[in-house]
């Protein structure tokens, strides 16, 4: 297995920087997509995969809770990026002379407000550094991207306008993921264990379903909802919680889930809001 860390995207892209930041001696690789970047895990071409799954203005990144279950791989680690979008465009070019900006739509949605006080209009792109190296290609000076610091630099363009999005706590959250779950032990620090789960067709099922984790006083910190099998009668569910599938309380409340369920699959417990724990690294050996 080598030492490549994955990530969707063109070289420059956000998820290019988490992996720099997270796994400096690492090396990155890019993906055409989020399937490319699960397979090259999964063979064994590559040792992680830096997945974006949420952004605090943008909100979920939908493709990625249809692949975790699916993809065969566990999740062993999480990573929060603070996110800076810089407006870029070719050496020569001025503010007034941009017309448009080009970015991936979760980008645009987060600099929307700053565009429209400069009169920009926004292009929708595959992803921010490839609208980076698209205008980089052009070579036209009306022409910006929207992209980061790191995009600017691989692709020789200048910041015309810096850190321009919208909120100040703009931040990405990344799932880290590997072919082998993460042996985590109990009493290691505060954990988060993540899973998806179908509900039974019975009246109330979710509200059952959950009822586990406030009795058993488990804070749930995310519950997303998404259609599967092309059915609007058919929701499957992710979750994260905070606690350990070995402490009481956790077994209690995931044994309530499972009498409500047709099915839950367990994506993966690790440590919380960190990326770089001594744990994590000394697992991954």
Known sequence: ?????????EPGAYSHLACQEGFPDMTPKPCASFAAAFKEVSSGAAKLAMIPVENTVAGRVSDIYHLLPEGGLHI?????????HQLLAVPGAKLD???????????LGQVRKRLETMNIRPVTDVDTAGAAQSVAKLGDKS????????????????????DIEDAAHNTTRFLILADKPLALPRDNGPVVTS??????SVPSALYKALGGFATNGINMTKLESYMIGGSFQAAQFYADVEGHPEDEAMRHALEELAFFTESVTMLGTYPAHVSRSETLRSQLG
């Open 1 to 9: 297995m080598t030492d490549a860390i994955v990530y969707q995207g």
């Open 76 to 84: 062993i680690g999480e990573q929060y990026l603070a996110v800076h």
């Open 97 to 107: 002379d941009i017309k448009t900006a080009r970015s991936h739509p979760m980008a």
């Open 143 to 162: 022409v910006a991207a929207i992209a980061s610091t790191l995009a600017g630099e691989t692709y020789g363009l200048d910041v015309l306008a810096a």
């Open 195 to 200: 899973f998806v789960f179908k509900v039974r």
